[in-house]
Structures are given as C-alpha cells and as structure tokens.
Nanobody, 125 residues
Framework: QVQLVESGGGLVQAGGSLTLSCAAS????????MGWFLQSPGQERAFVAA????????NYAESVKGRFTISRDNAKNTVYLQMTSLKPEDTAIYYC??????????????????WGKGTQVTVSS
C-alpha cells in the first residue's frame, strides 16, 4: 500500500520560512517523479513544484520561482519543499504526489498516481 505523508506545515509570519517533508512508503521511491501542489479554500489544487526521479529535471510554478526549492533524498524516501519569503497568498494545504513516469515534472494533477493527505501552511500578514 502506497503512503505519502506530509509534515512540516504550520503558522508562520509573512517573510518567514518553512520546510515541508513528504515521506513515501510502499513504492520504489527512486523510480518516481515527485511533485508538490497546494489547495486554497474554494480553489482547485494547483501545481507548485516537481522533480524527476533522479533529480535532474525540476519544474516550478511561476509564483514560487526564486522562493521555493524542491529536493529529494532517495535514501530516505523523502521529498522536501523549502519555502522562503512566504506570503499570505501562500496559505493553503500542501500536498505531495508521486508520478510513475520517472522523468516527469508535470504540472497536471491527473498525471500523478498517488497523493498524500496534505499539511496546512498558514502565512500571517
């Protein structure tokens, strides 16, 4: 059974930083591309960042370029999202997702095979 478990969310002031983690189990982690998405109340789930299985390809949403960094540790079956210069509009539930296409860095939700349950990030002004 595949499980993706996000952690590291919380309340932070604008301008602050948080690092999210997503621990994966039940899959061959190093053969999956991994992505992060966010969902704000009343909004569709939106792409944040993605990294291919070996980390050679990375993709970011324009809104987070220069502020967020995706990384992964295949030895720990974990993907990270380092978030800096946080803004109130970054407030959302953040989800990690796994894509069986190892070279994928897709922004499309439907191309991901597995999802975590999310972690809340709240940025106060």
């Amino acid at each position: 059974q595949v499980q993706l478990v996000e952690s590291g969310g919380g309340l932070v002031q604008a301008g602050g930083s948080l690092t999210l983690s997503c621990a994966a189990s039940g899959l061959i982690f190093y053969s999956y591309a991994m992505g992060w998405f966010l969902q704000s109340p009343g909004q569709e789930r939106a792409f944040v960042a993605a990294m291919s299985a070996t980390g050679e390809r990375i993709n970011y949403a324009e809104s987070v370029k220069g502020r967020f960094t995706i990384s992964r540790d295949n030895a720990k079956n974990t993907v990270y999202l380092q978030m800096t210069s946080l803004k109130p509009e970054d407030t959302a539930i953040y989800y990690c997702a796994a894509d069986s296409r190892r070279w994928g860095v897709s922004w499309r939700r439907e191309e991901y095979d597995y999802w975590g349950k999310g972690t809340q990030v709240t940025v106060s002004s």
